[in-house]
Structure formats: C-alpha cells, structure tokens
C-alpha cells in the first residue's frame, strides 16, 4: 500500500512539473492585469495575422479598442479624451466631427480690450456686451498664439465674434501689433461689427517662429438674415 501512495505522489509530482514547464514555455494569449502596473516598455506581437495583437474590454467583455495582427486599430468605440497635443499624419474619414469649444462672455466695461491666447484658442465663441457706442476689440497678439495653441505654421482655428450690445453700439475689430498680424476682411465687407450682429474671425498662421511669428487674421461680418 505504501508503494501504491508513494506511486501517486511521484506521479502528481510529474504532472505538476509537466503543467509548469508547458505553462513557462506557451504563448500567453491572455493577460489579465489589475491594479496598477508600471512598464519601461510594452511590445505586443500577435502569432498570427489573423489575431488581434490587442483587445481592450470593458466589464461586460465588450470589445472596446481592439488592434488587429497587422496594426490596424479596428475597434475603437465610446468616448476619447485626451489633453495636450494630438498629432495625426495621413488621411483621416470620420462620419462627422462635431467641434468642442467654449463660450466666453467679456465682460469689460472699457471702451477697449484686448483677447488673451486662452480666449481665442479655447472659446468657439466669444461675445461682449460693449461700453460705449464704439469699442475697440483687438486680437490675441500672434507670439501669445503661437506659444499657446497654434505652434505650427499653417495651424489655423475659426471663433464666432458676436455683439450682443444694445441699439447703436458697435465693435471694431482690431490687430494687437499690425507688424506680426495682418487683418483682412472679404472685398465689400468690414470690420465693425454693429449691435446683434456677429463676425467669424480665422487665424491662419503664417510663421510660427520662437521670434518672429506672424499672422492673418479674417473678419468676416455677419448679419441676421432677412
């Protein structure tokens, strides 16, 4: 009988070594990671084109970004945010993008102001309620621009201007330092904004330099329609 028990022991221990060694010398296929887990680098290869290289899933198993053995991320669903610079090279085909922005309501009694980077790199609109019959509104000078959002040269970014003053109140736009900044306006129109009307104003930067940046600026006003 002692022979048959240490018969079984041995024979449990070979198959516990036979299971560690098989388990030691697979492909892992799955890697189930929780808490927190630090890397110095990660790469991932699929044995096969035909698997996905990586699948993310939430807690229902739900395939949420999903990248195939060839590198195409072929899943990539729910909502993204993201901070700081997103750089894309190539073509890029979405159904829609809807553009995020927020609104800025200057509040300046002066019968002058002058937008800061934040404003006009942040806001998809902004909109003052002016002091005075005229006042002068000028752009976020082209350095601050630059430093702030707009750090490439080509870079360009659209705001709605609207002037939500009362009855004969208007606002003039203008260039914070006509040297670096240059405004232009269609053939025909202006760059006074009268009460209920509103203007959209592109930045198209045409040098982004540490020194010497330099810009366009479009005004082109709006009115309600009829």
Known sequence: ?????????????????????????????????????????????????????????????????????SGNITTWSGTVSASGAFTLSGELNTQRIIEGGTKTTLTATSTATTLTAAQVCNSAIIEWDVSGTSSTLSMASTSLVV???????????????????????????????????????????????QNAESAFIDYYITLASSTDSTSDVVVTSLQEAD
């Open 147 to 193: 430093a702030d959002c707009s750090t490439q040269t080509g870079d360009s970014f659209r705001f709605l201007l609207r002037n939500i003053s009362g009855s004969g109140e208007y606002i003039t736009v203008a260039a914070d330092d006509t040297t670096s900044m240059t405004l232009r306006e269609p053939s025909g129109g202006d760059v006074i904004i």
């Open 1 to 69: 009988m002692n022979n048959i028990y240490k018969i079984l022991i041995w024979l449990s221990l070979a198959i516990a070594c036979v299971a560690l060694i098989l388990s030691l010398t697979s492909n892992v296929t799955t890697l189930p990671i929780g808490g927190v887990t630090n890397y110095d680098s990660l790469q991932l290869q699929s044995e096969v084109s035909s698997d996905n290289v990586l699948d993310i899933r939430d807690t229902s198993g739900t395939s949420k970004f999903t990248i195939d053995g």
